[in-house]
Nanobody, 114 residues
Framework: QVQLVESGGGLVQSGGSLRLSCAAS????????MRWYRQAPGKQRELVAE???????NYAGFVKGRFTISRDNAKNTVYLQMNSLKPEDTAVYIC????????WGRGTQVTVSS
């Protein structure tokens, strides 16, 4: 019954910004850590950012200083604000909820043109 639905992806110019959203249902959202991953075609999935139930955050080195993860527990939503986007950020961005088992969304496509 857990669902994670990403939105906010699209096409942007290099240097532009996007704000991704992940709406969760069937989960006690406030009790769980949330993660954003990304996966480009032919590449391995990689962790982008994590936010705990206590709002501590961790970032991959390749996005630190450019991306910000946040959560709104009243809306059961986690966000990824992406600034200063680069073509190498092009990927499907996937939301995940950390529970006894890990739940995954379907992802939202982000394409950054040069």
């Amino acid at each position: 019954q857990v669902q994670l639905v990403e939105s906010g992806g699209g096409l942007v110019q290099s240097g532009g910004s996007l704000r991704l959203s992940c709406a969760a249902s069937g989960i006690i959202f406030s009790l769980n850590a949330m993660r954003w991953y990304r996966q480009a075609p032919g590449k391995q999935r990689e962790l982008v950012a994590e936010i705990t139930s206590g709002d501590s955050t961790n970032y991959a080195g390749f996005v630190k200083g450019r991306f910000t993860i946040s959560r709104d527990n009243a809306k059961n939503t986690v966000y990824l604000q992406m600034n200063s986007l680069k073509p190498e950020d092009t990927a499907v961005y996937i939301c995940s909820a950390m529970m006894i088992v890990q739940y995954w969304g379907r992802g939202t496509q982000v394409t950054v043109s040069s």
